[in-house]
């Protein structure tokens, strides 16, 4: 795959093992300053809600980074294509049932990165 397109696969990781760390081991203390939708007495009671998403952020961190580490090029393609899909389809869930800035956050990211795979 094209540089650019591996450096989109990593930063979407980053992004997702970024999420990862806030709901599962800062959701009481860091996740109120970046979720201020969420009213802040609700941190403590949904603390292992958020464990739980945090750790699927987590799957979709890992198999975009297992994505960079296949050596196979169509294999590393395909791979890398499901787990972009999977955080499209998650960003695109979230937009509509959380607020519209997760699409451009995490779906629009992973949309435009399955695009350059597309046409490059």
């Not at 760390?21 to 203390?29: R, S």
Request: aromatic fraction near 16%; charge should be positive; charged fraction near 10%.
């Amino acid at each position: 795959m094209a540089i650019v397109i591996l450096v989109f696969i990593t930063l979407i990781a980053i992004e997702h093992l970024y999420i990862l760390w806030l709901e599962m081991f800062a959701w009481t203390t860091r996740a109120p300053k970046v979720f201020r939708q969420i009213p802040k007495e609700m941190f403590e009671p949904t603390k292992a809600l958020a464990a739980n998403q945090g750790l699927y952020n987590g799957f979709l961190a890992a198999g975009l980074i297992w994505s960079l580490c296949i050596g196979d090029p169509a294999w590393q393609q395909h791979v890398a294509i499901f787990f972009l899909a999977c955080v499209a389809v998650a960003g695109m869930y979230g937009a509509v049932t959380a607020t519209r800035r997760i699409f451009f956050l995490q779906a629009l990211p992973a949309l435009v990165t399955l695009l350059l795979i597309w046409f490059l």
